[in-house]
């Protein structure tokens, strides 16, 4: 198939490419590099071995976007591009609800006009709001804590409308659980914009020597170590589901389907830092400091609905995670280079 890739560039996005490219898919990237560099390009060629076609478009704009697809001749469309840092949707929501919303109206606009009916969406377990129990479970309500994870919601309410609406569309809405790692070759990865939000590529940067320690929020949580846990997944288990979600929407009759992507096992955040100490042979230093808010205890997800229908399961481990993260930051402290 001829895919569109939006936020190709970014870290699931470029992972996923490859991972396209490998199954025999042909890829055209679309981002506006707001949150990513050029320079991963040149690595996903070397990589690839093939060129990348990629478009610098702002997908808010809707004849920018019409225009893209009139020359395209897309099959399908994997839309990754979004904002996604919780706390700076808190400072700025309307650029959220503008970005978020608008990019995906203008994209699905544009694949009506084209007639291409199958989507792959990025969602997220924060649809499953704070009052959920793990392990999470797809037809569980959904709902939001901050203005990021209401356009998740949004969005896939608005893509489950236009479900009815045209029963022709196929629509997969993958709800990740918290991408790390790595590619294996360690010349792609995380290369978060600003100082990062997620513990990650924090631990990583700690590591590295780029930040003196690392804080734990909460360690007074109902878990057995009192530190909050989370599902983990291996960024290239990630971009194997959506091959395998793109391979689905070809066989089934549901214009809508949900499903999770997670490994179903909790780890702790003093559990992963552990971890990353042995795999990066670093020092981890850490302080307690008060729980974040709008943090919950444990959010895990229950995969088996994935396994069944899409026969995709995650197998990395997280010692596979943080090996491939050390990988990555170690050869590239500063993340990819400007140009
Ligand atoms: N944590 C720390 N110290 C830090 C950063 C994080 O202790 O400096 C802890 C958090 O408190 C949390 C855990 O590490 O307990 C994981 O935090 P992340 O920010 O990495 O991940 P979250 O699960 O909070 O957030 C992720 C995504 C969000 C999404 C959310 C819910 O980043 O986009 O899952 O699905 F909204």
């Known amino acids: 198939m001829r895919i569109l890739v939006t936020g190709g560039s970014g870290y699931i996005g470029s992972h996923t490419t490859l991972q396209l490219i490998a199954a025999g898919h042909e890829v055209v990237i679309a981002d506006n590099f707001s ?8 690595r996903l060629e ?11 478009i702002d997908l808010t704009d809707q ?6 697809f009139a020359q395209g001749a897309f099959d399908a469309v994997i839309h990754f591009a979004g904002l996604k840092a919780v706390g700076e949707s808190v400072a700025m929501p309307l650029e959220y609800y503008a970005n978020n919303l608008g990019s995906t109206l203008s994209v699905l606009a544009a694949m009506r006009a084209h007639g291409v009916k199958k989507l792959v969406f990025s969602s997220s377990a924060t649809v499953y709001g704070e009052d959920a129990p793990a392990p999470m479970r797809e037809p569980f309500p959904t709902s939001a804590t901050n203005p990021y994870g209401w356009t998740k919601v ?5 893509l489950r409308d236009l479900g009815v609406a045209d029963p022709e569309m196929r629509i997969a809405l993958l709800r990740y659980f918290n991408p790390v790692g790595a590619h294996q070759s360690g010349t792609i990865g995380e290369d978060p914009h600003g100082v990062p939000n997620n513990l990650m590529p924090l631990v990583a940067q700690v590591a590295v020597g780029r930040r003196a320690g690392l804080q734990v929020f909460g360690t007074d949580y109902p878990t057995p170590d009192g530190t909050a846990r989370r599902d983990y997944l291996h960024v290239e288990d990630l971009a194997a589901g959506h091959v395998a979600a793109l391979k689905k929407l070809g066989e ?5 389907s949900t ?10 955040v003093r ?8 795999a990066s042979g670093r020092e981890i230093p850490t302080v307690d400091a008060p729980r974040r808010p709008g943090d919950i205890a444990d959010s895990y997800a229950d995969p088996a609905k994935a396994q069944a229908e899409l026969g995709w399961v995650a197998t990395r481990t997280i010692d596979d995670m943080c090996a491939d993260t050390w990988r990555w930051q170690s050869q590239n402290p500063d993340g990819f280079p400007e140009a």
Do not use: C, Y
């Open 35 to 42: 949150r990513s560099k050029p320079s991963v390009l040149g």
């Open 46 to 56: 070397s990589l690839s071995g093939v060129p990348i076609k990629h478009h610098v």
């Open 63 to 68: 004849d920018e976007t019409d225009r893209l």
């Open 154 to 158: 949004m969005q896939e309410q608005m």
């Open 252 to 256: 089934t009759q549901e214009p809508v």
């Open 259 to 268: 499903w999770n992507l997670g490994t179903g096992r909790p780890t702790s």
């Open 271 to 278: 559990e992963m830092v552990s971890a990353f100490a042995k």
